[in-house]
């Protein structure tokens, strides 16, 4: 469809953009445009699925990992997502970016955004094709997108493919180093923790990723409200409940297939001070302290070490970024204050106004 038709789209509530990738380790540029242009014209909800045999189950520690340097068919195991990790918080947090970005520029504060990486032998998310009122895709060039499922097929004729950009790749990030036995590609237990209020993209990079590595069970810690009391704007926080269950809904559009354990946090540790089978811990640059406290009192309790992973994107202020993106993350303001101070402004001029 030619730019002139897109730009004369209407907008919809729903819309979802399909797309793939044919690497892991660069930065994925020919997203950018596509993805804004899905998110101008959505009022509501915005689903993202990236499909690629890298996104398959891993091969056993033991079996043939794919690398970020083939291509592998579409049969094949995935990547070995511990191994992989900067590249794929990258990958999530360059998608996520471009759509706030967008959303906030133009005022769409609340857009729902979900992006979902799907292997090619995992079951389609086909509901969320389903319920689209709008399917988007793209694809880099010289690539073709994975075969979709036949109720996705039937919409074929709806689709609108859009051009994938041309921006030069930035400089690759460096390859990760071999691989560590002492390191599997997935965690049978892992765990986080986080407030997870007006659940936005910043939030669901740090669950992608949990749930991105463990293997049977993720625990997801939940602050629970009287830890709350002093939160800025705190008379629009959503209650406990509505944030357990708006974490919930999206882990299991996320990842399918895993146990999602979501308890009350009313301290730092929840159950990674006393739960033995939690083998590995994921939290953002914000809250290493944190796991610092944790790792002192599993030491305390003879409990064994976790493998902490750190997701360094969400501040912005590490190298595993690229200088251009940095810059635009830290105007993108993925931050549960920042949406419920607009809530407030919003409903305080809507209630000046009808006075």
Known sequence: MPAVEIAALGDVRRTVLLTTVHNIHDTPNFLASPVSTAARKTTEALGIVILSPFFNPPAEPDGS???????????????????????????????????????????????????????????????????????????????????LPASVEQ??????????????????????????????????????????????????????MGAWIAKEKLIIGITDDPLLVKKAYREVLEPLSVRTARTRAFLELFRPGIVYDLVPLNDVYGPTGWDPNVQALVVSKETLPGAASIDKRRKELSLPALRTFVIDVISATESSVDAEDAALLKTAKMSSTYIREWIVKNQGHKAGSSS
Request: aromatic letters at 6%; charged letters at 20%; zero cysteines.
């Open 65 to 147: 990992a794919t690398t970020a340097e083939e291509r592998p068919n579409a049969n094949a195991p995935g990547i070995s997502r511990t191994a992989y990790w900067d590249d794929l918080q990258r990958l999530l947090t360059f998608v996520y970016v471009q759509a706030t970005k967008v959303a906030q520029d133009m005022g769409k504060i609340l857009l729902d955004v979900d992006v979902l990486l799907k292997g090619t032998t995992e079951p389609f998310p086909e509901q969320i094709v389903r319920d689209a009122d709008r399917i988007f895709s793209v694809i880099p060039h010289d690539t073709e997108l994975p075969a």
């Open 155 to 208: 919409r074929r004729s709806e689709i609108i493919v859009l051009p994938p950009d041309e921006h030069p790749l930035h400089t690759p990030a460096p390859p990760p180093p071999p691989l560590d036995p002492s390191i599997p590609p997935l965690y049978p237990v892992v765990a986080l923790g986080g407030t997870f209020d007006h659940l936005h993209a910043g939030h669901k990079i740090l669950l992608s």
